[in-house]
Nanobody, 124 residues
Framework: QVQLVESGGGLVQAGGSLRLSCTASGQTFAKYAMGWFRQTPGKEREFVAAITWSFRNTAYADSVKGRFTISRDNAKITVYLQMNSLKPEDTAVYYC?????????????????WGQGTQVTVSS
């Protein structure tokens, strides 16, 4: 079993930055691919970014490409999401997730473990 805990959310003005962290505990985290998703009320959870363990391959949703950066520190069993140039439409609950298969995946069904989420609110 893997437990994931997100932190770093909050309220920020448009154009500002936030860095989300997701710390894992439990079974080995190091060889899992990790992803970030977000969800707003009444909408499905959507893919934001993902990173593999082996080659640290990354992938991003078009809506965040060039503004968000995903990274990981296996020694600290933590994955990060650096969010710059934030927009009001980035407002959502952000979730990190772990995929036992070390591959880029963009669908929620590909992920085996989820955190409880952290709220990000971007004011205009």
């Amino acid at each position: 079993q893997v437990q994931l805990v997100e932190s770093g959310g909050g309220l920020v003005q448009a154009g500002g930055s936030l860095r989300l962290s997701c710390t894992a505990s439990g079974q080995t985290f190091a060889k899992y691919a990790m992803g970030w998703f977000r969800q707003t009320p009444g909408k499905e959870r959507e893919f934001v970014a993902a990173i593999t363990w082996s080659f640290r391959n990354t992938a991003y949703a078009d809506s965040v490409k060039g503004r968000f950066t995903i990274s990981r520190d296996n020694a600290k069993i933590t994955v990060y999401l650096q969010m710059n140039s934030l927009k009001p439409e980035d407002t959502a609950v952000y979730y990190c997730a772990a995929n036992r298969l070390d591959m880029i995946a963009t669908m929620t069904s590909n992920y085996n473990y989820w955190g409880q989420g952290t709220q990000v609110t971007v004011s205009s």
